[in-house]
């Protein structure tokens, strides 16, 4: 896809809605590799150079995401990716699978979920 005012400005608005039904902060959204490399290494580190490769890739340490439109064929491919993206930052525990597609299915159809809570320890006797 080429990437224009128009379309970045639709991806930050869908970001924006998906970021509140999912109950995470809003990610910072980087769109070309361009912006990827320009980012400071400490954030970007691990999919730095091979970014590119990618549709999508979270940086979840420090909130960042990379949507790769160039490489992304159409709308729909899109949504899916950065609902995907999305997905990692809400459940980051999870690694891609049968449950992890569920979420990025349910994601897709409108899903609301709630804050993310670490489970507390049970106390034991």
Do not use: C, W
């Amino acid at each position: 896809m080429k990437l224009d005012d128009d379309l970045k400005l639709q991806i930050l608005e869908k970001v924006g809605i998906y970021s509140q039904r999912f109950s995470i902060p809003e990610p910072v959204i980087l769109l070309t590799t361009k912006e990827v490399l320009d980012a400071p290494r400490e954030m970007t580190e691990g999919r730095r150079t091979s970014a590119y490769k990618y549709y999508g890739v979270s940086y979840l340490q420090h909130n960042l995401v990379f949507l790769n439109v160039r490489k992304i064929p159409d709308e729909k491919t899109l949504e899916n990716t950065l609902v995907h993206e999305l997905i990692h930052m809400r459940f980051p525990y999870l690694a891609h699978g049968k449950r992890f597609n569920k979420l990025v299915r349910q994601g897709l159809k409108g899903k609301t979920f709630s804050p993310y809570k670490k489970r507390s320890k049970i106390p034991s006797f």
